[in-house]
Nanobody
Framework: QVQMVESGGGSVQSGGSLRLSCRAS????????MGWFRQPPGKEREGVAA???????IYADSVKGRFTISRDGLENTMYLQMNSLKPEDTAMYYC??????????????????WGQGTQVIVSS
């Protein structure tokens, strides 16, 4: 089994920054494709950014230019640097990982391992 643990959420004012971290541990036999997803209050979960084992990344249009995903492959740790935060970025943020995924994807059905989430609140 693989455990995904997020950290770094919190409350920030509009225009501020936060950095989320996600560390995978457990029975890791190869590098994971990893991604960040979020669920705003009362809405469906959506893809935010994802990164493959070669650090190729993709982003949702709503966060392009503001968020940056990165990873430390040796540690199976992933980061999400969030700048110029907006109230609409308020959500529970989840990290996800998968061994079989070969390319970065914002399709949550392609990820098997999930964290418990970390809350991000952006006030205006």
């Amino acid at each position: 089994q693989v455990q995904m643990v997020e950290s770094g959420g919190g409350s920030v004012q509009s225009g501020g920054s936060l950095r989320l971290s996600c560390r995978a541990s457990g029975n890791i036999y190869s590098s994971l494709c990893m991604g960040w997803f979020r669920q705003p209050p009362g809405k469906e979960r959506e893809g935010v950014a994802a990164i493959d084992v070669d650090s190729n990344s993709i982003y949702a249009d709503s966060v392009k230019g503001r968020f940056t995903i990165s990873r430390d492959g040796l540690e199976n740790t992933m980061y999400l640097q969030m700048n110029s935060l907006k109230p609409e970025d308020t959500a529970m943020y989840y990290c996800a990982g998968d061994f079989l995924l070969c390319a970065a994807s914002l399709n949550e059905t392609q990820f098997y391992f999930w964290g418990q989430g970390t809350q991000v609140i952006v006030s205006s």
